[in-house]
């Protein structure tokens, strides 16, 4: 038996939140965060399993995406207005509490909600993004990258360097995705390649190389990768960000020093103590934590801390669904069997 997944838009003064739901309204929400550049259906394989597992399962279009609210200054999206929007959200399904897993941006926004909003945290999952107690900024991670691999004199920052080309150049980096959208979610949307082990990640020469794709050049037209993006997928994918543009979604890159005094703010909450779980990517080599220190931060933050490897690329959760699910249904099980059924 199919399980239906429905769409619903919550709206305060401040935003409108769109996102699928997916399970009995009395269960225990476990709400997915997507990142860049993504959508709610980036948790299309989580969803109906979750949900029939007897959660309410939740995954919203994030500020700046999709069918939720978009707005035109860089600091609309900073991580203290999407907390917001998540703490309404949850507001909205009437439940103290939640589950929160996150991805890519997602993940620093779970994370953040965990230290700001413990209290409204039973547990929080991660894909790829560790726990970054300061803030996740150039700052704080370049000073863990594994200069093996990135030799400072060459690399100064490292696999981060893209993100210094959305600040020193927004509008070419806003450009060159938008040049031909299509071709940006075909380049993007791609399984992990073994082989690229220990080599340096093609975002750390991004200024270098004058662009995302070179000088003022648009993605290349690839073949979609069916490992991990349907024609539907792309199709959807492709009309989001045709009608809003990547100026919101990019924007998340321009906050750095904003979410540093945020969590800074948060200081005396930078320890975790709910149960966490991290799944590492094994071959995401921009976010490299198994050979880097990137994770070192997380680990000596969080005392409830379980930590898998899935054997994809960045893309996980659509990548290798089956090992996520099953990843995230053991920790349930094992750290939370209290939230399977809610009085």
Not at 30 to 51: D, N
Not at 68 to 78: I, K, Q
Not at 189 to 213: H, I, M
Not at 225 to 254: C, H, I, K, Q
Request: glycine residues 8%; charged residues 20%; hydrophobic residues 45%.
């Amino acid at each position: 038996m199919s399980i239906a997944i429905a769409e619903h838009v919550t709206k305060s003064r401040r935003h409108a939140t769109f996102y699928l739901a997916c399970g009995a309204p009395a269960g225990t929400p476990i709400i997915f965060v997507h990142g860049w550049p993504e959508l709610s259906i980036s948790w299309r394989h989580q969803l109906p399993v979750f949900g029939g597992l007897g959660f309410r399962a939740i995954a919203p279009d994030m500020r700046g995406y999709g069918r939720s609210g978009v707005y035109s200054r860089h600091e609309d999206y900073a991580l203290q207005e999407i907390v917001a929007d998540m703490v309404e959200l949850l507001d909205a399904l009437g439940a103290p509490k939640a589950i929160w897993v996150g991805h890519d941006w997602g993940a620093p926004v779970v994370w953040s909600i965990a230290q700001h909003h413990p209290d409204r945290c039973l547990g929080v999952a991660s894909l790829c993004v560790p726990y970054m107690p300061e803030g996740f900024a150039p700052e704080t991670i370049v000073p863990l990258a594994d200069r093996s691999v990135y030799p400072d004199e060459q690399y100064p920052a490292a696999q981060w360097d893209y993100q210094l080309f959305y600040r020193e150049n927004f509008p070419a980096a806003c450009e060159a995705f938008e040049g031909d959208v299509r071709a940006t979610v075909k380049a993007l949307f791609r399984a992990g390649r073994p082989e690229d082990r220990g080599k340096p990640a093609r975002l750390a020469s991004v200024r270098a190389s004058g662009g995302f794709f070179g000088p003022g050049r648009a993605a290349p037209d690839l073949p979609r990768d069916e490992r991990v993006l349907t024609e539907e997928d792309e199709n959807r994918y492709t009309a989001a960000l045709l009608r809003n543009g990547f100026f919101g979604p990019d924007s998340w890159y321009m906050n750095g020093e904003a979410n540093m005094a945020y969590a800074a703010r948060a200081r005396g909450s930078w320890h975790l103590s709910m149960p966490v779980l991290f799944l590492h990517a094994a071959h995401d080599y921009v976010c490299e934590t198994i050979d880097s220190r990137l994770a070192g931060p997380m680990r000596a933050h969080c005392d409830n801390l379980v930590e898998g490897t899935v054997a994809s690329g960045h893309w996980m959760a659509q990548e290798k669904p089956v090992e996520v699910n099953a990843a995230l249904a053991r920790w349930l099980a094992a750290q939370l069997p209290e939230a399977w059924l809610r009085a």
